[in-house]
């Protein structure tokens, strides 16, 4: 689904992301791990368009995008749920998931998308008319994902998806992305939850200082203790 080949991105005179090389094969979910400043959100960003300054080669579905402006790269099938969320100040719930449609080259029908995605998310069918902005911040970071998926992407990118969230709707938040698995989504997840991030994917890749030094599947860090204290430990 995705590949990407000796990425580099800069802030300002900063390194960030040293030739980093990875790949997502569809219906996975794939985790970025490391602790924090090591690159895992500047990747993202880099991946969507949203740091100017980057080298390398990134495609999806073997299509070339890292040249392409952000909006394009939507158009795509590339999905982006940002840590801080970015739910619209002032519209409900169903507005925001309105929203995600935008992407669609071709329109679908909004009830029949909002009824299936709804029956993933069956919090937000109790809310859709609730301003989004006065939801729990657990909450608002469904609408946030649901309102992605309402665009029918190929791949969706997740950052810190569990920061500054109850646990009981971390555990709830992850059940969900099982279930989108199972569904047949792919995902690549930036998380700082390492025991929740590995009992969902299928691989992870961990990042040190802007360098990939590890990558192996979940299973095989979830039994390698030493490894996530060294590289993952907060």
Known sequence: ??????????????????????????????????????????????????????SGEAALQGTSFLSLPAHERFHLGLAYVPE??????????????????????????????????TQTFPRLKERLDQDGTSMSGGEQQMLAIARAMMANPKMIFLDEPSEGIMPVLVDEMFELFANMKRKGTTILLVE???????????RAYILDQGEIVYHDTAQALMADEAIRQKYCAI
């Not at 700082?192 to 299928?202: F, K, P, T």
């Open 192 to 202: 700082q939850n390492v025991e929740r991030a590995l009992s969902v994917s299928d």
């Open 84 to 117: 801080d969320r970015r739910i619209v100040p002032g519209l409900t719930v169903r507005e925001n998931l309105q929203l995600g449609m935008i992407a669609q080259k071709s329109k679908g029908d909004f009830d029949a998308m909002l009824d299936e995605i």
């Open 1 to 54: 689904m995705l590949e990407v080949k000796n990425l580099n991105a800069w802030y300002d005179r900063s390194h960030v992301v040293q030739g980093i090389s990875f790949e997502v094969k569809a219906g996975e979910i794939v985790t970025l791990m490391g602790r924090n400043g090591a690159g895992k959100t500047t990747t993202l960003r880099t991946l969507m368009g949203l740091v100017n300054r980057r």
